[in-house]
């Protein structure tokens, strides 16, 4: 096999903590001696081992002069485990294969160099859009200081999300639904707006049989609407209610123990998002996943914070004098609107999945 193809199976092994690393990356290692893989690993969550120390005690002392793929930079720091980059010297293993530089701050090629500096051979680069993509949530917090967003939107065929009377449920089937919740499990963090809550009835909790961790409920309710009847508030977990930070929570409302409150500077714009991202990795939050209405989704791209769109289109039309899915401004040339490109397309149940990033040209 070749470096590819053991590399192709850490990242996939990586995959497997998709639902629980957060906000660690997610780490594969495959340990490779006279072309057998003799130990295989992966990082299940933040304060257990990492992916190298599973795989090196599998491989026992057959790590010896072998060949180690792993998908992120082995780290060189005492964090909540000591130093993989060490374990791998003690186990005199030969070479190490890696797919990309840990964009750890803590880390950022001291890892590599101490593997040099021990006399043994590194490699980087192997698969490293695929490793990059994979943990675009924790390389977004690490070189940003900002969470990767993705922005869902549900609309039908034709880009509406709901008739003109305002009725909307359900455009998109269960599956369609199902995948939604799915990703809620794989963020950190669900953004919306006081005004979806209350539409919709939102409780903004994952329920995908996959969850591990819940994600933090991120709510903007620039003007203080929410009281504590809202149903986002029956379940318990963290929740963060973004207000401007000009107004004060009435003092005399009892809110649950999981309800905080934050608040940032607004303008005829809105809510200081910037603000809010920082903060949002400040606690470790790698991806928010938006679920809002199309005031803030336009906002979201007219500003260019939407980094990668879910669009799941339904096989039906509301035709023109339904509600549009995102509310933009009113372009006069076509060179100004913001453009993406599509990279996947997927069928989920009846209804059409479709990912897209922005592209800035
Ligand atoms: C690796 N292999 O499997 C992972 C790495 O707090 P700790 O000790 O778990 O350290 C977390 C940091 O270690 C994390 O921010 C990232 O830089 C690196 N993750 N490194 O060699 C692994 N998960
Ligand atoms: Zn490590």
């Not at 590194?122 to 943990?135: F, H, M, P, S």
């Not at 940003?144 to 009377?165: C, E």
């Amino acid at each position: 096999m070749t470096d590819k193809l053991y590399m192709e199976r850490a990242l996939a092994l990586a995959a497997q903590a998709q639902y629980s690393a957060a906000p660690n990356p997610m780490v594969g290692c495959v340990i490779v001696r006279d072309q057998q893989i003799v130990g295989e690993g992966w990082h299940r969550r933040a304060g257990e081992a990492h992916a190298e120390v599973h795989a090196l005690q599998q491989a026992g002392a057959a790590a010896k002069g072998a060949t180690v793929y792993v998908t992120l930079e082995p780290c060189s720091h005492f964090g909540r485990t000591p130093p993989c980059a060490n374990a791998l010297i003690e186990a005199e293993v030969a070479e190490v294969v890696v797919a990309m530089v840990d964009p750890n701050p803590q880390v950022a090629g001291r890892g590599l160099a101490a593997l040099e500096a021990a006399g043994i051979k590194t490699k980087v680069g192997v698969c490293e859009a695929q490793a990059r993509w994979l943990i675009r949530g924790f390389v977004s917090r690490m070189t940003r200081s900002r969470p990767w967003l993705q922005v869902k939107m549900a609309s039908s065929l034709d880009g509406n999300i709901a008739l003109a009377n305002g009725e909307s449920q359900w455009l998109t089937g269960p599956d369609a639904r199902a995948d939604v919740h799915r990703f809620r499990a794989r963020s950190s963090a669900v953004l919306s707006t006081a005004k979806t809550v209350l539409c919709d009835q939102a409780k903004l909790t994952a329920r995908a049989p996959e969850t591990v961790q819940q994600p933090l409920r991120v709510v903007l309710d620039r003007s203080l609407q929410l009281t504590p009847e809202a149903a986002l508030f029956a379940q318990t977990g963290p929740i963060l209610l973004v207000h401007d930070q000009a107004l004060q929570p009435n003092a005399e409302v009892v809110w649950p123990q999981h309800v905080e409150h934050f608040g940032v500077a607004a303008d005829g714009q809105g809510l200081d998002l910037e603000a809010l991202w920082q903060e949002l990795a400040r606690r470790e939050i790698n991806i928010v996943w938006t679920e809002c209405g199309a005031t803030l989704a336009g906002r979201l791209i007219e500003q260019g914070w939407a980094d990668e769109l879910i669009v799941y289109l339904a096989p039906q039309v509301l035709g023109h004098q339904a509600q549009s899915m995102l509310q933009l401004p009113n372009y006069s040339e076509l060179q100004q609107t913001p453009k993406f490109k599509f990279t996947e397309t997927r069928l989920i149940g009846a209804d059409l999945r479709l990912i897209a990033i922005p592209d800035n040209g």
